[in-house]
C-alpha cells in the first residue's frame, strides 16, 4: 500500500484512470497535497508544481517519508535538485506531454511569418485592401532546431510535411528521423548564416543559461526568424529584440521570457515584428489527459516497484 499525494482538482481524474488498473488501485491511497489539514506523514510520492518554492519547502517538511516526486511539467530548473539528491527523492517530469501543442504553435508562427499574416490582420483593422503583400513560403527553407528532444521531434516531423530542409543540433549530434542533417555539440552556431528560421527547445540548465549570445544572433540574416519555446534563460533576449527593432533579423516569436509574467511596459509588446505569447504555447486540454495518463502509470510502476517514466537526471538538470 502506498499513499500518494496529489492537487484536489486532479484526484478523481487520477482515481478514474487508476481504477481501469484494478491490480494496483487497491494498492494506492490517494491525499489532497493542497489541504492543510491532510495529514502527509505517510505520503511516498507527490505530484508539485516546482515553481514556488515554499510550497515545495513545506511539502519536503510535511512529506518526511516522499521517495518520489513528479512535476506536471517539462522544465525542472526552479526545482531544489542537490535538496532531493541529498535525500535521494526521484523526480520525474511531464517530458513529451506537451510537445504536440507546442509544435504546433512552432509552425504556426512560422507559417504567418512567411504569409504576413500580421500585416494582413492589420490591414483589415485599418479596413485596407492589402493586395500589394507578397507571401513567402516554408517550402524550401532551412530550419535550424537547437534541441532534438521530444518536443525537437515533432517539430521536425511537422517541418518536414512542409517540405523544409531541417538541420538538427544537440550535445550528441545523434540521428534526428526527419532532419537533412544532425550537428553535435557548437557546430550550430556555424549554421546560423544559412537559416531561415531558428527554433530553440532547449531546457535551461547550468550549461544552457546563456547559450544563444548576442554574437550568434549577430550572425543571423537580415530575414531570419527566432522562435524559442525552451526557456527565456537559454538566449539573450536584449540582444534579440534589439535586433528585431532594427530590422537585423525578420523578426522573433518567444513563448517563454526571463520574466513572467512580462511587464505591461516591456518594450516587446510594441514591436510589429516580435510575437509575444504567455508561456501558453503548451496549452491543450489532451496535454493535460496525457500527462494525467503518465502520472497515473508512474503510480502504477511505483506501488509495482517498477521502473520509473521520464525520471530527471538530477546532475544534467533535465
Known amino acids: 500500500m502506498i ?8 484526484l478523481d481524474d487520477l482515481r478514474d484512470r487508476l481504477s481501469a488498473a484494478p491490480d494496483v ?11 492543510e489539514g491532510t495529514d502527509l506523514g505517510a505520503v511516498e510520492g507527490a505530484v508539485q508544481w516546482g515553481g514556488d518554492a515554499e510550497k515545495l519547502a513545506t511539502l519536503l517538511a510535511r512529506a518526511p517519508q516522499v521517495r518520489w516526486l513528479h512535476s506536471p511539467g517539462a522544465g525542472v530548473e526552479s526545482w531544489p535538485l542537490a535538496e532531493l539528491r541529498r535525500r535521494q527523492i526521484t523526480l520525474t517530469n511531464a517530458a513529451g506531454v506537451f510537445a504536440i501543442p507546442i509544435a504546433e504553435w512552432v509552425l504556426s508562427v512560422m507559417l504567418s511569418a512567411v504569409t504576413r499574416a500580421r500585416e494582413v490582420d492589420a490591414a483589415q483593422r485599418e479596413h485596407r485592401w492589402a493586395d500589394d503583400l507578397v507571401s513567402g513560403e516554408l517550402h524550401g527553407r532551412t530550419l535550424l532546431l537547437l534541441g532534438a528532444g521530444g518536443i525537437g521531434q515533432q517539430v521536425v516531423d511537422r517541418a518536414a510535411a512542409f517540405g523544409m530542409r531541417i538541420w538538427a ?3 550528441s549530434g545523434r540521428a534526428v528521423p526527419g532532419a537533412e542533417r544532425s550537428l553535435a555539440g557548437d557546430a550550430w552556431r556555424d549554421a546560423l548564416p544559412a537559416a531561415d528560421v531558428v527554433v530553440s527547445t532547449v531546457p535551461l540548465t547550468a550549461q544552457t543559461r546563456g547559450l544563444v549570445t548576442a554574437a550568434d544572433i549577430a550572425r543571423l540574416r537580415s530575414d531570419a526568424w527566432f522562435v524559442n519555446v525552451g526557456r527565456g534563460g537559454t538566449v539573450d533576449e536584449e540582444a534579440l529584440l534589439d535586433a528585431a527593432a532594427a530590422g537585423r533579423i525578420g523578426g522573433a516569436a518567444l513563448d517563454t521570457w526571463l520574466t513572467e509574467p512580462l511587464p505591461a511596459d516591456h518594450r516587446a509588446w510594441a514591436l510589429e515584428n516580435v ?3 504567455p508561456h ?3 496549452s491543450s486540454a489532451a496535454g493535460r489527459d ?5 502520472l497515473a502509470d508512474n503510480i502504477r510502476r511505483f506501488s509495482a516497484n517498477e521502473s520509473l517514466r521520464n525520471v530527471v537526471d538530477l ?3 533535465y
Do not use: E, H, P, Q
Open 169 to 171: 543540433a544537440s550535445r
Open 3 to 10: 499513499t500518494f499525494a496529489a492537487g484536489s482538482d486532479d
Open 280 to 282: 501558453r504555447s503548451g
Open 275 to 277: 510575437v509575444v505569447s
Open 290 to 294: 496525457r500527462g494525467l495518463d503518465l
Open 315 to 317: 546532475d544534467a538538470g
Open 25 to 35: 488501485s487497491g494498492d494506492v491511497t490517494l491525499v489532497a497535497i493542497d489541504d
